[in-house]
């Protein structure tokens, strides 16, 4: 299994930035790919940006492309999601997934990941 636990999720104000980390353990070498999704009440969880831990490719969604920015800790098994230009509509709980895949079309898919961390909020004020 692989464990994942998020953190670096508060309360900002219109236009601030916050940095969320996502910590993998366990057996990570099932691990291909890590995505950060996010899910508002009422909504579901959508995709926000993926890496994959081999080559480094990263994907976005269109809504924080020129925003956000995932990079990558080999060392230390750490995604990272640098989130700037925040706004209300950024608001959710921020999830990070695991999946045994490199493959775009599956990354962005949140029914293809195998592990989830817990999850940290993220709120945004206007």
């Known amino acids: 299994q692989v464990q994942l636990v998020e953190s670096g999720g508060g309360l900002v104000q219109h236009g601030g930035s916050l940095r969320l980390s996502c910590a993998a353990s366990?057996?990570?070498?099932?691990?291909?790919?890590l995505g950060w999704f996010r899910q508002a009440p009422g909504k579901e969880r959508e995709f926000v940006a993926g890496?994959?831990?081999?080559?480094?490719?990263?994907f976005y969604a269109e809504a924080v492309k020129g925003r956000f920015a995932i990079t990558k800790d080999d060392i230390k098994k750490i995604v990272y999601l640098q989130m700037n230009s925040l706004n209300p509509e950024d608001t959710a709980v921020y999830f990070c997934?695991?999946?045994?895949?490199?493959?775009?079309?599956?990354?962005?898919?949140?029914?293809?990941?195998?592990?989830w961390g817990q999850g940290t909020q993220v709120t945004v004020s206007s």
């Open positions: 890496i994959t831990w081999d080559r480094g490719f990263k």
């Open positions: 997934g695991s999946i045994a895949t490199s493959s775009e079309r599956y990354v962005r898919l949140a029914i293809k990941y195998d592990y």
């Open positions: 366990g057996r990570t070498v099932s691990s291909a790919s």
